[in-house]
T-cell receptor, first 115, second 116 residues
């Protein structure tokens, strides 16, 4: 069963606008962690933001924030004030395993920021 | 602070040849992970090390694949008798360890393998 679902293959946004990238997850664990990574065309996966299942507040890192809705099992990434350099693939991932040893990734969303 | 590095960045080989990739993690990171990413997909977990011990191997890692991390520093991933289906991006990541703030995985730039 797919554990991370990203239903938006592609998203378009104009520069300086905000955009939300969707992510839903499936787990029976009480303790888990959710991550967002950015992958530019160069291929490197760049860590953006982390949300722990017990965190009471939504995570924020600069222009990135995570809209965490535990009951809905969703962890959407919000990028405010989009920049041209934000154009990339974005992956949502969940940490799993008895030793929290691996990340399970979604299929990604390609974001294109236009001038 | 030096990030995760991987060499080579690109590798083209003929079917049946052996290839070896190297990953240098962030210094003092105890955990090292290998993932494989095919076109249009997210990365898939292959294996991970805690220091020099290889603690888990995915069923994706057939017996043609072997990974090592001697002395708990750099790691190598070898693929023997390559097949066209092995063509993918191979990503390495490292983390400090386990626990809040320690288990974020930082990725290298990847090695893109093309098997002709």
């Amino acid at each position: 069963a797919q554990k991370i679902t990203q239903t938006q293959p592609g998203m378009f946004v104009q520069e300086k606008e905000a955009v939300t990238l969707d992510c839903t997850y499936d787990t029976s664990d009480q303790s888990y962690g959710l991550f967002w990574y950015k992958q530019p065309s160069s291929g490197e996966m760049i860590f953006l933001i982390y949300q722990g299942s017990y965190d009471e507040q939504n995570a924020t890192e600069g222009r990135y924030s995570l809209n965490f809705q535990k009951a809905r099992k969703s962890a959407n990434l919000v990028i405010s004030a989009s920049q041209l350099g934000d154009s990339a693939m974005y992956f949502c991932a969940m940490r799993e395993g008895p030793d929290f040893q691996k990340l399970v990734f979604g299929t990604g969303t390609r974001l294109l920021v236009s001038p | 602070d030096t990030g995760v590095s991987q060499n080579p960045r690109h590798k083209i080989t003929k079917r049946g040849q052996n290839v070896t990739f190297r990953c240098d993690p962030i210094s003092e990171h105890n955990r090292l992970y290998w993932y494989r990413q095919t076109l249009g997909q997210g990365p898939e977990f292959l294996t991970y090390f805690q220091n020099e011990a290889q603690l888990e191997k995915s069923r994706l890692l057939s017996d043609r694949f072997s990974a090592e991390r001697p002395k708990g520093s750099f790691s190598t991933l070898e693929i023997q008798r390559t097949e066209q289906g092995d063509s993918a991006m191979y990503l390495c990541a490292s983390s400090l360890g386990v626990g809040i703030g320690k288990d974020t995985q930082y990725f290298g730039p990847g090695t893109r393998l093309t098997v002709l």
